[in-house]
């Protein structure tokens, strides 16, 4: 089959993949904030500009590369959403454009296989929350290089002594690994998968029987890819030692992160774990298909060693996604994330195994045979994008509507309008990024709000949270923003609440309410401080 000749180049085709997914993600640019959890990934960021370390004065649990990313975005230009937007969409990209050069390899003649994948992973991502920017779009753009460069130490290391230059792969292997694991702990767990592939690797193309040697070169590999992750933490921790916050560093990324994962509220449930996994098979039901079927296409077609070497990296890579899973026994849709790329190398080769037997030399058939694929897999988010992009185009650029669709933005700029500089607000159950985008000042490093009022979450911080809540209404905040109705009345702290409505019903009244969504419509309530001057 013959080779779509824009691809022939690599820049091209990586820019071909990174255009391609901002367009598809082009309605992301006009939302301020999908979740919480990109919000509080951009106010640590922005912290990090001005200078503090994370966990200082924005607190999380989460290590701090991504931080550290967002804040290399957000140095470019004075806009908060715009750069991480185009970020998100430059990693995921980068990721179709690893999936395809993984698929393609050396032959291209496998270009159609290549193609498949990277359109796969590029329209998967808009599905388990991926709008948003969350860190499994980025970490698992690290691993996909990581594991790339273990294919070429493999393939130069068959059955033969191993040198210092080839072991270099090894080191920049583990080093992306390190940088993936400096951005969410559970990438750590495909440095296992990073192994078990190499060794099934070398051992499937050795012709040395000589067990002594094997296992000392692999024992070098081991302790040459270690080293990455290794140095890149040590600066880390160094750094922070070197400010006199080491402490902060360790509660906020061992600590909290071994309490969040071993406390007693949050055991394994083989049910919910089979319900989470259920609606993943009905969400992603093309390529969990394909992953299904490829143990019955496996002997009806043959695989060269390639192909078999793929099918080993998105197996070990599996085992390291199903792993995360258990590990954090949580099962929002975003944990799902990291399963695509593999899902998308299988899914491909399935396909195109399908698809190229009777195509023989023709170009636009089995590139039509891919859109009507996608557009069956990826119907409902394809038709979502659509309508939602034309009404963007229609309101915002024709009708001139600054914030339509986009509630938090219009919040923002309302309480922006209303507050001086140095005056404080307190978000108590709604999306924190309003604090960035209206520049009010902080009232407390723990601006995700389930660490201050969620009954769980409020387990894993080094603070009462009563004790917080009151120091913050303290400061005299110029406005509270709260949800009319109480979140989750059971996973909730009452006397947190009861804390806030006291100081509401003595020193606050609501100024300005807003019906956010349809079904069902949610209300924010904007209460004022009345001692304050309302100018």
Known sequence: MKNVMFLDNKWVAILFFIILSIIVRFVTFFHSSYDWDESLYILGALELLNGNLPYLTVWDHKPPGIFLLFAAALNLTESIIFPIRILSCIFVGASAYAIFILLKGNDKNKWLMGFIGGLLYIFSSL????????????????????????????????????????????FFAGFLLGLAGLINYLALLYCGALGIFVIICILKSSTKNNVILFTLQLTRAAIIGAS???????????????????????????????????SEHQPFDLNIFLSSFGSQLGANWLLWLCVFLAPFMRSKVSLDNDE??????????????????????????????????????????VIYKILCPSLKQAVMLPIFGVLLILVGGFYTQIRDITKETLSIVKHIYIND??????????????????????????????????????????????????????????????????????????????YIIKKRLRPEPEGTIDSVYELINTRLMEEYEVEKSYAIGSSPIMYIDLYRNKSLDRE
Not at 147 to 165: E, P, S, T
Not at 228 to 255: H, K, Q, R, V
């Open 401 to 478: 509507e600054q914030y339509w669709g986009d509630d938090i933005a219009i919040i923002s700029q309302y309480i922006k309008d209303r507050i001086i500089s140095g005056q404080s607000i307190y978000i108590v159950d709604y999306n924190p990024i309003i604090y960035a985008l209206s520049g009010a000042e902080l009232p407390t490093r723990y601006l995700m709000p389930p660490h201050l009022i969620g009954s769980r979450t409020s387990k894993i911080i080094d603070v009462d949270p009563n004790d917080e809540v009151k120091n913050i209404l303290e400061l005299q905040p110029v």
């Open 308 to 349: 078999k070497q793929i099918l080993i990296l998105s197996i070990c890579w599996l085992g390291a996604s199903f792993l995360a899973i258990f590990i954090s026994r949580l099962y929002w849709p975003h944990y799902f994330l990291q399963f695509n790329p593999a899902l998308c190398i299988i899914a491909a080769m």
């Open 127 to 170: 599905k388990n929350g991926g709008l948003a920017a969350n860190s499994e779009l980025f970490y698992t753009t690290f691993i996909l290089y990581s594991f790339i460069l273990a294919i070429k130490f493999v393939a130069i290391n068959r059955g033969k002594r191993q040198d210092w230059n080839e072991f270099s792969l090894i």
């Open 228 to 262: 990455g992750p290794i140095i890149i933490f040590s600066i880390i921790i160094t750094l922070y030692f070197i400010s006199g916050s080491l402490d902060e560093f360790i509660f906020a990324n061992y600590t909290a992160n071994h309490q969040y994962i071993t």
